[in-house]
């Protein structure tokens, strides 16, 4: 079944019966044993609703590629295909993939919702304190975090660790070896903040099973926009953000934009 966004992802993943709905979990700790237990036992892609005392409709989605079945669902393939030829499927894909140009646009799911300034609260999510010993609550697990390069004006996409500080603030976490601190660390020897646009509910193909760009990357350094794109084989709408980092995909539940700041190791 051919999909554009995590809702049409998860509309597959429901004809497939590969999603199960959870109504209740609370987001402290709860919410992610479930997840741990679930992974574990290679069970189903979980749907928390009703979260604690958060309304319904927040969700959260968990497992959503963990398994051979929906990483098929996810890349398009057969579900029941044997697993030797989706690998086989795969290098092919790897080896004939050419970027795709994006497609500025001006409306999507992206532009549905837009806050600002004051509006701005990131409490209204039931974002889960996954485990015990948890620094604080997630919200960036599989998200797609996006920095511009200050001295190439490339695009990089990671899948880093964002975690809700207050209704307004979050911590940006990215291994130091990574594409994304090497372009935050430029800035920051600017004596500059480095701007951020984090993706959120995307298609799983940018941070799942598909990491086309990690082996081939796109000209002038696009990389994963552009693969994804030629996995797709048809041009992605790209949202414009107001912050300098760059254009995310169009058809992403949320997008936060922000300019990421280095604080003392020993505070905020």
């Known amino acids: 079944m051919p999909y554009d966004d995590l809702r049409g992802f998860l509309a597959a993943l429901t004809d ?159 291994t130091p070896s990574h594409v994304g601190a090497v372009i935050r660390r430029k800035y920051w020897q600017r004596g500059q903040s480095a701007p951020v646009a984090v993706s959120f509910g995307q298609d799983p193909i940018w941070t799942g099973p598909y990491r086309l760009s990690d082996r081939h990357p796109g000209p002038d350094g696009e990389g994963r926009h552009a693969q994804v794109r030629s996995c797709r084989s048809h041009p992605r709408g790209a949202g414009r953000s107001d912050s300098r980092a760059g254009d995310g995909p169009a058809r992403s539940c949320q997008q936060r934009d922000r300019d990421c700041r280095r604080v003392p190791a020993a505070g905020r």
């Open 16 to 174: 497939a019966d590969e999603v199960r709905t959870v109504r209740g979990a609370d987001w402290d700790l709860e919410l992610g044993t479930i997840d741990e237990l679930n992974y574990e036992r290679r069970g189903p892609a979980l749907l928390f609703d009703e979260i604690g005392s958060y309304p319904g409709g927040f969700r959260v989605l968990t497992n959503t590629t963990a398994t051979k079945r929906r990483a098929s669902i996810a890349l398009g393939f057969d579900p029941d295909m044997p697993e030797e030829e989706a690998l086989t499927r795969i290098e092919e894909m790897l080896k004939s993939a050419r970027p795709v140009p994006p497609v500025e646009v001006t409306t999507g799911p992206l532009m549905q919702n837009v806050f600002t300034g004051q509006d701005i609260d990131l409490l209204k999510f039931p974002t889960p304190r996954w485990h015990e010993n948890d620094g604080g609550r997630y919200l960036g697990t599989g998200c797609c975090v996006i920095l511009r390069d200050p001295d190439t004006g490339q695009v990089n996409y990671g899948a880093y660790r964002v975690m809700v500080h207050d209704a307004n603030t979050t911590g940006l976490y990215i």
